[in-house]
């Protein structure tokens, strides 16, 4: 009834390459075409990764700066009433 399951990659998942996706004519039609495969001027010397690097902020610096916006948008609600 239960047939063991078949061995290797289905998919092509081990032969997987972003460098590939770039050079693709279909590169649109991956996810995270634009972050992992990047063609073109405007990702030259830049860092396509920036919301992933490690902050160097302790807690209390993060606490004071959501205590400076939400601040900042309590002053501009009472402006705008």
């Known amino acids: 009834m239960f047939e063991p399951v078949r061995g290797g990659t289905r ?3 081990a ?3 972003w ?9 649109e039609n991956y996810l995270g075409h634009s972050i992992n495969a990047p063609t073109g001027r405007w ?3 830049k860092d396509i990764h920036w919301y992933q690097r490690d902050h ?3 807690e209390a ?3 004071e700066e959501i205590r400076k916006i939400k601040e900042a948008e309590a002053e ?3 402006a705008a009433l």
Not at 19 to 27: E, T
């Open 43 to 45: 990702q030259k010397n």
């Open 15 to 17: 032969e997987f390459k």
């Open 11 to 13: 998919g092509g998942q």
């Open 76 to 78: 501009a609600i009472a």
């Open 56 to 58: 160097d902020e302790t």
């Open 19 to 27: 460098g590939d996706v770039a050079q693709d004519k279909d590169r």
């Open 61 to 63: 610096e993060r606490l």
